[in-house]
């Protein structure tokens, strides 16, 4: 089965950066679309964004956009978000997911790791 482990989460001040990562094993990397997504203690899970080499261009949520960049490296089957100008609203356990549907089915997902924004 597809196994995801999430890292690089952590306390930064607002207006810092961090990368996440996402390692995948257990299926063809080629073959899966990876995206990520936060969640807030108590409310829904938002769709941050997703890489999909069936679409042209990568998925952002309006939140992120100009802030976040994700990126994949095929050799080392890791999937990568980096954040910049970051906010405290930007405080979320971050997911990472995968599926073969340009994650509109997040068949597989990640323990999570917790980014918390300070300011």
């Known amino acids: 089965d597809v196994q995801l482990q999430a890292s690089g989460g952590g306390l930064v001040q607002a207006g810092g950066s961090l990368r996440l990562s996402c390692a995948v094993s257990?299926?063809?990397?080629?073959?899966?679309?990876i995206g990520w997504f936060r969640q807030v203690p108590g409310k829904d899970r938002e769709g941050v964004s997703c890489?999909?080499?069936?679409?042209?261009?990568?998925y952002y949520a309006d939140s992120v956009k100009g802030r976040a960049t994700i990126s994949r490296d095929n050799a080392k089957n890791t999937v990568y978000l980096r954040m910049s100008s970051l906010k405290p609203e930007d405080t979320a356990i971050y997911y990472c997911?995968?599926?073969?549907?340009?994650?509109?089915?997040?068949?597989?997902w990640g323990q999570g790791t917790q980014v918390t924004v300070s300011s």
């Open positions: 890489l999909s080499s069936g679409a042209s261009t990568p």
């Open positions: 257990g299926f063809n990397f080629d073959h899966l679309d």
């Open positions: 997911v995968a599926d073969q549907n340009y994650c509109l089915d997040r068949r597989w």
